[in-house]
């Protein structure tokens, strides 16, 4: 069975924690093993977290923020989009990857932390920008836990 679901919300930090619920409240009923909700609330957290937190620069009052994900037997898809990121920022944000893919990121390193979770987090994560140049696209996908 196939379970859609997903969440809009202004980028606020305030926002967070009713998310992290609303997540956790969605995932449950549906069979997902808790330590996958815990792992799925954890990525989730980090990329609402940076977008609130780094977006404030250039973040039009109006962006709404975008968490889908699909529920399937042996796994759960998850999708974020921010609309407002500048084309630029997403070129540094696959560096950044690409960095927590060869290994951990520097510890004086302010930059890439949060990145180098939400990829750890997931077994698999694609990052892209949008065609038109702003926004920021995250897919990513958790193999569910045997129950």
């Known amino acids: 069975m196939t379970v ?5 919300l202004r980028p606020r930090f305030e926002q967070v924690r009713a998310l992290r619920t609303g997540l956790r409240d969605r995932l449950t009923p549906l069979g997902v093993a808790e330590v ?3 792992r799925l609330v954890l990525v ?3 990329m609402v977290s940076n977008a609130i937190e780094h977006g ?8 709404l923020l975008t968490v889908r994900f699909v529920v399937e037997a042996d796994h759960v ?3 974020f989009l921010d609309p407002a990121v500048p084309g630029a920022t997403v070129t540094q944000i696959l560096a950044l990857l690409a960095q927590c893919r060869s290994g951990r990121p520097p510890l004086d390193s302010e930059r890439g932390r949060g990145l180098f979770l939400i990829d750890d987090g997931l077994d698999s994560l694609d990052i892209a920008g949008e ?4 926004g920021l696209r995250l897919r990513g996908r958790l193999l569910r836990a045997a129950t």
């Open 4 to 8: 859609r679901s997903g969440f809009k």
């Open 36 to 38: 996958d909700v815990d």
């Open 44 to 46: 989730v957290d980090e």
């Open 56 to 63: 404030e620069n250039y973040r039009r009052p109006d962006d």
């Open 77 to 79: 898809d998850l999708e």
């Open 131 to 134: 065609p038109d140049g702003i």
